[in-house]
């Protein structure tokens, strides 16, 4: 099993030039271990606010009633990519922020998918 540190220096080298990338705990929104390639990119606000949306997408769920667990969750902006991807108990989830133009969503994906099965606290 990799730390949390560890995953984020393996992402990292997968994906040298994304702009942020944090382990996040999904019950407290801190970041277990976090990387930002922008100086001003403020990555405990950015874990905080993608903890709600884990958080909100959880509670749909359940109130739907649907026999379903969330395995990551993408939010597209203007020129950004923000994927959410939850480890398999859920305590967890890797967040990731890529610039939409230079990175392929495919492999973003795969990259986070196979970090994800393997992050340890």
């Known amino acids: 099993m990799a730390t949390p540190k560890q995953t984020i220096q393996d992402i990292l080298a997968e994906l040298p ?14 970041p277990l271990a ?10 405990e606000t950015a874990a905080a606010y993608n903890t709600e949306v884990v958080k909100a997408k959880l509670k749909a769920i359940q109130a ?7 395995q990551d969750i993408l939010l597209t902006l203007t020129d950004q990519l923000h994927l959410l991807k939850l480890s398999p108990d859920g305590q967890k989830f890797i967040y990731l922020a890529v610039n939409a133009r230079d990175t392929n969503l495919a492999q973003a994906r795969q ?10 606290s």
């Open 17 to 30: 030039t994304l702009l942020a990338v944090a382990v996040v705990e999904t019950e407290t929104g801190m």
């Open 111 to 120: 990259i986070l998918k196979a970090h994800s099965a393997v992050v340890n």
């Open 34 to 43: 976090s990387h930002a390639n922008i100086a001003d990119f403020d990555i």
């Open 64 to 70: 739907l009633k649907l026999n379903q667990t969330v």
